[in-house]
């Protein structure tokens, strides 16, 4: 990344921002400054997920409630552009893959391992926490993963819902000759039954009350579908 990228950092940005229940606009706020620890991400690639939707169409999830404006959003891939005090010189103008959750450091579940099971997780786009529907980002470098040429900005995107998929062959000891049943056609319901088949298992099943999602399913290389 040259010098003259870096100074084409603008003071203030584009941000997608609800308000409400279908209550959505494009809005300028200033460019957030990385602190310690710290860096500012230049963001390239968002997914959507459907704890998005639910948020705008019936402004909250379960005891989460969209109270004031919030910015949504939390599957991004990104470039580092500026650094905060403390961080890796060799980040800048690397293309990262943001992980959304930020846990307390010194929470009983961080100290044991378990910092994804952390009550007090900051979490992208989970009110009252912004998420990344805009142009720039500040995220600790320490969740923002390094990804490869090789791997698209949008596929950069995808590796936070992937990881669940990863995450859920690992918790059900999935290895060569499973047979696996995928409860949900989804998203990440496909994901998991691909991270399944990456594994090893040789027959993955899914089920769903949809037939469109089960035909999906099918088309991906569900072994058997039923709804």
């Known amino acids: ?47 959507v997920c459907g704890s998005d939707t639910h948020y705008y169409e019936h402004g909250r999830i379960g005891p989460f409630a969209v109270e004031s404006s919030l910015v949504l959003g939390h599957e991004p891939s990104g470039r580092v552009v500026g650094l905060g005090p403390g961080t890796d010189p060799s980040l800048l103008g690397a293309r990262v893959s943001l992980e959304p959750g930020i846990p307390e450091p010194f929470s009983p579940q961080t100290l044991a391992g378990r910092y994804n099971l952390d009550p007090a997780v900051r979490f992208f786009a989970t009110p009252p926490v912004d998420g990344v529907f805009s142009e720039y980002a500040v995220h600790p470098a320490a969740f923002c993963h390094r990804v490869p040429d090789s791997v698209s900005d949008d596929a950069a995107a995808l590796l936070e819902p992937l990881s669940v998929g990863i995450a859920a062959s690992r918790a059900a000891h999935v290895r060569l000759g499973s047979r696996v049943l995928v409860a949900g056609a989804g998203p990440i319901g496909l994901l998991a039954a691909a991270c399944a088949e990456a594994a090893g298992a040789v027959e993955v099943a899914m089920t769903d009350m949809r037939e469109d999602r089960l035909e999906v399913a099918a088309s991906w290389g569900a072994s058997r579908t039923w709804a």
């Open 1 to 47: 990344m040259s010098v003259d990228e870096i100074r084409e950092i603008p003071d203030s940005m584009r941000a997608s921002v609800l308000h409400g229940i279908g209550d959505l606009t494009v809005e300028q706020r200033p460019v957030p400054q990385p602190g310690p620890g710290e860096v500012l991400v230049r963001v390239l690639s968002v997914g």
